[in-house]
């Protein structure tokens, strides 16, 4: 008779512990159900996306101005800085961050804004116009959250209350401090990002002092027949040049990748404006350099002297912008034929 007591109670001990065990999953699953539903788009109500967005204000800590950045049919400009190029990657970051940014409630601007760094002092403030200039909100960018590898900040919309953890950051996307002497977010490449430009097919010059090359391109390589059952690795490619005389040589492929590479990045010191914006005449250029991409797109870079000893202008053909720059890039318009064809 006791045995079948204990064995009773000890069937009502584990039927109860089972019970609570399923209530606390279910009050744990309503718990992270809450959790999960009390994150909102922190621009909830707001009917704009990064695609309506069509111009930028930005303001940062330690700075009196702010940028304006406009988007263009070919990326984002600053017309505050001689219409230059923004970099548009990280333009796009840092709406995306503020515009399609999720967050929870963690306290109120009144009295917490000091704790979550939302403050004039230490915000970044993030400006959103539409397609018809009109402001249609401000963001205001406080703390990095802790613990969360740069991942998530501190946010709140001008206007409003509540200040939010946020499921994103765009602090990293900023890159910038006030003893910079550019902009934030400029893209200072003299061939911009913005032009997305595809791989390059050749590279001309015209150089009115002789020069040792005209032309370095590019030829694809024909598949190896024995190599039919590898996995494609895409078209392969040898690199030539064609010299002063007209002779073909072949270059290394390594510096050849280098140099183009080289190019693409040249970065100028100073933005001098558009060729008609600038009242003085230039010059017949040193020389001439046309690259040559895939999908028949083409830039055109004119090189040429200052008054000023070691300085150079470099006219992007495509963009009609003038670039300043130093005696080191402009050596990158006379390549050294020795270290194509060797390597060293």
Do not use: C
Not at 31 to 55: C, K, M, P
Not at 188 to 209: C, E, T, W
Not at 291 to 300: M, N, P
């Amino acid at each position: 008779m006791y045995r079948s007591l204990n064995t009773l109670i000890l069937a009502l001990v584990v039927s109860l512990g089972v019970l609570g065990g399923l209530g606390w999953y279910q009050d744990s699953r309503v718990h992270q159900r809450r959790i999960r539903d009390s994150s909102h788009r922190l621009l909830a109500g707001t009917a704009i996306s990064v695609e309506q967005v069509t111009r930028m204000e930005l303001s940062l800590p330690g700075s009196d101005s702010s940028w304006s950045f406009q988007r263009v049919e070919i990326g984002w400009r600053l017309p505050q800085y001689q219409d230059a190029y923004a970099d548009s990657g990280r333009v796009n970051a840092i709406l995306g961050a503020v515009v399609e940014g999720r967050g929870t409630y963690v306290g109120r601007w009144a009295e917490d804004s000091a704790h979550y760094g939302v403050t004039e002092q230490n915000s970044m403030k993030v400006a959103l116009f539409d397609d018809q200039d009109a402001l249609v909100t401000t963001v205001w960018v406080g703390l990095v959250a802790p613990g969360t590898k740069s991942g998530e900040s501190y946010m709140t919309v001008d206007g409003t209350d509540p200040i939010y953890h946020v499921d994103s950051n765009p602090w990293p996307a900023v890159s910038w401090t006030p003893g910079d002497v550019y902009p934030p977010l400029l893209d200072r490449r003299v061939i911009p990002g913005a032009l997305n430009r595809r791989s390059v097919v050749s590279i001309s010059f015209s150089d009115r002092r002789s020069p040792e090359l005209t032309k370095i391109f590019r030829e694809e390589l024909k598949p190896d027949p024995m190599a039919m059952m590898e996995p494609d690795r895409g078209p392969r490619y040898e690199w030539y040049a064609t010299l002063g005389d007209g002779t073909r040589k072949r270059l290394q492929n390594a510096p050849a990748r280098s140099y183009v590479k080289l190019i693409l990045n040249l970065r100028f010191a100073e933005i001098l404006g558009s060729r008609m914006a600038l009242t003085d005449e230039l010059l017949d250029p040193l020389v001439s350099m046309t690259l040559a991409y895939d999908g028949d797109l083409e830039d055109v870079l004119e090189l040429r002297p200052t008054e000023n000893p070691g300085e150079y202008t470099v006219y992007n053909v495509t963009t009609d912008q003038v670039f300043v720059v130093d005696e080191q890039s402009a050596t990158a318009f006379a390549p050294a034929l020795n270290f194509l064809l060797e390597g060293s």
